[in-house]
């Protein structure tokens, strides 16, 4: 079966843009986790979908945000992008929650 | 929240050496996991523990968690190139609806 799909695969954007990721889950998994990756700080947890509902966020700002659709599908936005927000960002999806999750790929999001 | 702090934070050896990784928690464990990341990728699942004093073994990579459930450690035999990467733990928390990553360990196999 297909594993996580995240599109785009590589972002150059411009301070001050908005962006907005994918993540297709693997199929029959209700819960979609997003995540950064930087040098710095490692993996951070930024929200996790179930049933098109946020159950849980993590500590970003408020210029981060996500939605998951009834196809489970989930997006995730960042307005007013900053330089601080170049990472990869992955995103995962399990069953219903919990730690076994397959992840996708990622995104790689530069801000120049 | 959940602390998940790994050792080394990296590590190089020669080929076909052994070598261990450690995860340490500041709470309970209810399920801890290893993955692998290659650099710019995203993370393979390697395998998950639950009870204490739990083994689990693939191919030359065993896992293993203390009985206190607060420890875990990856031991790699005989290391090969390919397992370089980095390695992560990861954690559940009680509700199983937000999941926390160890710092990462950067493993580095020389031919």
């Known amino acids: 079966k297909a594993g996580v799909t995240q599109t785009p695969r590589y972002l150059i954007k411009t301070r001050g843009q908005q962006v907005t990721l994918s993540c297709s889950p693997i199929?029959?998994?209700?819960?979609v986790s997003w995540y950064q990756q930087t040098p710095g700080q490692g993996l951070q947890f930024l929200f996790e979908y179930f049933s098109e509902t946020q159950r849980n966020k993590g500590n970003f700002p408020g210029r981060f945000s996500g939605r998951q659709f009834s196809n489970s599908r989930s997006e995730m936005n960042v307005s007013t992008l900053e330089l601080g927000d170049s990472a990869l960002y992955l995103c995962a999806s399990s069953l219903g929650g919990g730690g076994g999750y397959t992840f996708g790929s990622g995104t790689r999001l530069t801000v120049v | 929240s959940q602390e998940l702090e790994q050792s080394p934070q990296s590590l190089i050896v020669q080929e076909g050496k052994n070598l261990t990784i450690n995860c340490t928690s500041s709470k309970t464990l209810y399920g801890l996991y290893w993955y692998k990341q290659k650099y710019g990728e995203g993370l393979i699942f390697l395998m998950m523990?639950?009870?204490?004093?739990e083994e689990k073994s693939h191919e030359k990579i065993t896992a293993k968690l203390d009985e206190k459930k607060q420890q875990s450690s990856l031991h790699i035999t005989a290391s090969q190139p390919n397992h370089a990467g980095i390695y992560l733990c990861g954690a559940d928390t009680p509700t199983g609806n937000q999941f926390y990553f160890g710092t990462g360990t950067s493993l580095t196999v020389i031919p």
């Open positions: 523990l639950q009870k204490g004093g």
């Open positions: 199929s029959g998994h209700r819960s």
